[in-house]
């Protein structure tokens, strides 16, 4: 499967520039267990934390006896779904704003869907892509000493309807929109798997690797933060990225 390129992602605001040494840190897998290692990789550099919660989503879903279904690695979004998107990202959310404080750091949990603006993909239900993010409410976080943490749900741009976004795109559209110097994917595996489970030690943009699942979505936002500008981006366990 070839990747897909996103859309450009342009800032709500004006008045936002580069600020030195940026990380943008998206937390897969268990976004609680990765949060020391994305505290350790930003190192006293401003820092956003971008999460998912699919596992969790997943198994609400599961509970309420709602059928999952994804589309090249992204989750077909309907009400019911939507639903439950929006409360199992809340309670993980709500998680790691507690987990921050106790290590004595506080956070800007944005509410959902105040942040991101985004176009909506038909193809996959309410889905949508990252069309602008708010800079300014980012800065201002950083401002009150907060870490911004950003849960993967957009409004869309048309609609005062709130959309399920992949949160891999959203990283990829934070770190363009602030121009961090970094994206960092934080997960549970030690990197980008091909479809027989193999490692990849490198990855070139003209051949890019034959991926499916979760890993697809993966690495079109890594494409994309790369073309917006972003220096550097890296995929790894949460060990080796702050390293």
């Known amino acids: 499967m070839g990747l897909r390129p996103l859309k450009a992602v342009r800032r709500a605001k004006r008045g936002v520039h580069n600020v030195s040494g940026a990380l943008v840190a998206k937390l897969g897998g268990n976004a609680l267990a990765l949060l020391p290692d994305a505290l350790a990789a930003a190192d006293g550099r401003p820092l956003v934390l971008v999460h998912g919660g699919g596992a969790q989503i997943t198994a609400l879903m599961t509970q ?28 993980v959310s709500d998680e790691l704003v507690a987990a921050l404080r106790a290590v004595g750091r506080e956070a ?12 909506r ?16 409410a980012i800065r201002a976080a950083w401002g009150a000493d907060r870490i911004p943490l950003i849960a993967p749900i957009g409004r869309d741009l048309d609609t005062p309807r709130l959309l399920n976004v992949n949160a891999d795109d959203v990283a990829a559209a934070v770190a363009i929109a602030i121009e961090a110097d970094e994206l960092a994917f934080l997960s549970d595996v030690p990197g980008v798997m091909d479809d027989a489970g193999v490692m990849l030690q ?33 995929i790894g366990a949460g060990t080796e990225v702050r390293a």
Not at 216 to 230: F, I, M, Q, R
């Open 64 to 91: 309420r006896g709602i059928p999952a279904r994804f589309v090249d690695g992204r989750r077909f979004t309907d009400l019911p779904t939507l639903a439950c998107a929006r409360v199992a990202l809340a309670d």
């Open 108 to 119: 800007q949990a944005f509410r959902q869907g105040e942040l991101l603006q985004c176009t």
């Open 121 to 136: 993909r038909v193809d996959l239900g309410l889905v949508g892509e990252p069309a602008t993010v708010s800079a300014d």
């Open 202 to 234: 490198q990855i070139s943009a003209s051949a890019p690797p034959i991926v499916t699942g979760g890993m697809l979505p993966k690495l079109e936002a890594c494409a994309a933060a790369l073309s917006g500008g972003v220096r550097c981006v890296r």
